[in-house]
């Protein structure tokens, strides 16, 4: 996670500068949702990553996938980050929704990990 958050740091903290810098908004709270969505998308795509693949254990010894409800979900989850690109939402609904949804997947997701990776988790033959 630390490799994806250094990018992301990155863009969190030049992109709100950037739009302070072009004219910007009026509503200061949008360069902070800016910000947090920023790596609050990093962190979602992180751990779903690593969810995905302690729950499934998509691959095997040849380093090969083996599961198919891993490409699917991995598809899905991609689809619909494409999908809500053409969506045009408020600043404050986008950020504190891409927010609550990160913190809600995360936490559900050590959950799971937790409880089910020690059974799901083994090599593929």
């Known amino acids: 996670m630390a ?3 250094m990018p992301a740091s ?3 903290l030049g992109l709100p500068l950037l739009l302070f810098l072009s004219g910007g908004t009026s509503e200061p709270l949008n ?18 990553t690593l969810v995905l ?8 010894i040849q380093m090969e996938t083996k599961n198919a409800a891993y490409g699917i979900l991995n ?3 991609y689809f619909v980050c494409y999908f809500a690109m053409g969506k045009e939402l408020p600043t404050l ?26 059974k799901t988790f083994r090599l593929r033959p």
């Open 53 to 60: 693949y302690y729950l499934l254990q998509p691959y095997n």
């Open 3 to 5: 490799i994806n958050l």
């Open 31 to 48: 360069y902070v949702l800016l910000f947090v969505s920023i790596i609050a998308m990093s962190v979602f795509f992180s751990v779903h």
């Open 10 to 12: 990155v863009i969190a």
């Open 75 to 77: 598809g899905l989850t």
């Open 93 to 118: 609904a986008f950020g504190l929704g891409v927010s609550a949804f990160c913190i809600v997947y995360v936490a559900a997701a050590l959950l799971l990990v937790y409880r089910f990776a020690p």
